[in-house]
């Protein structure tokens, strides 16, 4: 099954993700991330320290300015 990490702040996207089958797991740490295919943030808290490490090989989607169905829409265009 697809892993996909949603930031806790996301919970509208994280329902929307778990309608269309996808396991859902919450991000509070990086170590969440570890063997997630696709990754979704809000954005907040990005490269504050201008440290980039890499903790996923999939996509990580910024949810700024997005409703959950585009969230939806960009996971699954990301996804193989």
């Not at 949603?6 to 969440?32: H, I, P």
């Amino acid at each position: 099954m697809t892993k996909i990490g949603v930031e806790q702040s996301l919970s509208n996207v994280s329902e929307a993700l778990k309608q269309k089958g996808y396991e859902v797991v919450e991000l509070k740490n990086e170590q969440d991330a570890k063997g997630c295919d696709c990754c979704v943030v809000t954005g907040g808290d990005n490269n504050v320290m201008g440290i980039q490490d890499v903790i996923i090989e999939g996509s990580v989607i910024d949810a700024t300015g997005l409703s959950a169905d585009e969230i939806c829409h960009q996971v699954e265009s990301k996804l193989p």
